[in-house]
C-alpha cells in the first residue's frame, strides 16, 4: 500500500546502530555526549514540545546507568532509555480498571515542565522519528520488566549489549526482546466494513477486530479464523496492507484487508460485546465525529489509519 509508513510507530528511520551495543568503549563515549528518555510504569517523559530528553548527565538517568538502553542515533546524536519505575512519586495513581491513565507525575529531579504521560495520550502529536523512538524505548523497558527471569531454568538474567539482549546467570541461555505479531483486519463486504467493540471498552468505542498470530499459522489463516471466532463470518481473499508497532505491551500489528464471503454476524460473548456492517456512508460521519452512537477512531492506532485509506480508496 503507497504511504504505508505514515502510520504511527511506524517509518521514522531511526539508525539503531546495532553494531554499537557491544562496544562499551562507545557506549561510554556516547553516554557523555547523548541524552536520554526516562520511564516510569511505561509512561515516557513528556513536554510541550514532545517527548521530555535530558542530558545523560541529570542525575535520574545517570544513578541508573547500569540499566540505560541504547536506542540508537537520531539527527547523528546518541539516543539512550532509562526505566525509572523505582522512583515513588508523593500519590500513585489508582487506574485500575481504566482504559487509559489521566494521570501525570512530575520528578523533583527532572525539569518543572517535564512529565511523565501515557503514550497513548501523545503519541498522535510525535512526529515520525519520535514516535519510534518511544515505541522502541517503551517496549523494550516492558521487556526487561517482565522477562528477569530465565525461561529455562527459572534463574535470575542479567541486561547485556545496551540493554537489546539478556543472558542467564547460571545456564548462560541468551534471551532477545519479544515481538508479538497480531492480525487487525479491514474486512469488507460491498460498501460496508466491520466492526467490532471489545467488552472492556467504552459504550460507542468500535475498531477493526483483531487477535494474536497462533504457533504455524500464516497471516491469511489468522485472519480467517479470528473473523470467524469473533462474529462468525467467513472470509475468502485475504491481503496484507500495512504494519504497525504497537508497543502496548509489544506487539506488531498487521494490517489486512478481507473479503467476507458471508454477511450474518453471530457475536462470541467470550470475545467481543458487539459487531456490526457499518456502510461507507456511515463511516464517514464517524469519522467526521457525527454519529449518535460510534466514537471516531482513536488518533494515532492502525485501526483508523486503514478506515481512512478505504474511505479516500487509497488502498492500493
Known amino acids: 500500500m503507497q504511504l504505508a509508513e505514515q502510520v504511527t ?32 510504569r511505561g ?6 514540545d514532545g517527548l521530555g530528553w535530558v542530558p545523560c548527565a541529570n542525575p535520574v538517568p545517570a544513578e541508573r546507568r547500569a540499566r540505560a538502553i541504547f536506542l540508537g542515533l537520531a539527527d547523528g546524536a546518541p539516543h539512550f532509555a532509562v526505566d525509572i519505575s523505582d522512583w515513588r512519586p508523593d500519590e ?12 501525570e507525575q512530575r520528578h523533583p529531579d527532572l525539569p518543572e515542565d517535564h512529565l511523565f504521560r501515557e503514550l497513548r495520550r501523545v ?70 466494513v466491520l466492526l467490532g467493540r471489545s467488552p472492556g471498552w467504552p459504550e460507542g468505542m ?12 500464516s497471516v491469511e489463516a489468522a485472519v480467517r479464523r479470528e473473523v470467524a471466532e469473533e462474529t462468525g463470518i467467513r472470509v475468502g481473499r485475504v491481503g496484507y496492507l500495512a504494519s504497525q508497532p504497537w508497543p502496548f505491551p509489544a506487539s506488531l500489528m498487521l494490517g489486512c484487508r478481507g473479503e467476507a464471503l458471508s454477511r450474518e454476524i453471530t457475536v462470541d460473548p467470550a470475545e467481543i460485546a458487539e459487531a456490526r456492517w457499518v456502510p461507507r456512508e456511515e463511516m464517514l460521519a464517524v469519522i467526521a465525529g457525527e454519529s449518535a452512537d460510534i466514537r471516531p477512531p482513536r488518533p494515532g492506532a492502525i485501526a483508523g489509519y486503514l478506515i481512512r485509506r478505504w474511505l479516500a480508496d487509497r488502498l492500493d
Open 43 to 48: 509512561k515516557p517523559l513528556c513536554c510541550e
Open 92 to 103: 500513585i495513581p489508582d487506574t485500575l480498571g481504566l482504559f487509559l491513565d489521566p494521570s
Open 206 to 217: 468500535f475498531s477493526l477486530l483483531a487477535g494474536f498470530i497462533e504457533p504455524g499459522e
Open 123 to 192: 503519541m498522535p502529536g510525535l512526529d515520525p522519528l519520535q514516535a519510534e523512538l518511544a515505541a522502541t524505548a517503551k517496549g523494550i523497558c516492558e521487556w526487561h520488566r517482565t522477562h528477569r527471569f530465565c525461561s529455562r531454568c527459572g534463574q535470575p538474567s542479567r541486561m547485556v549489549d545496551a540493554g537489546w539482549r539478556r543472558v542467564c546467570e547460571a545456564c548462560s541461555t541468551p534471551h532477545f526482546p519479544r515481538t508479538d505479531p497480531c492480525v487487525i483486519m479491514l474486512i469488507l463486504q460491498g460498501n460496508s
Open 9 to 40: 510507530f511506524g517509518g521514522g528511520g531511526l539508525d539503531r546502530a546495532a553494531l554499537r551495543r557491544g562496544d562499551a568503549v562507545w557506549l561510554d563515549d556516547a553516554w557523555g555526549k547523548g541524552r536520554v528518555l526516562p520511564l516510569w
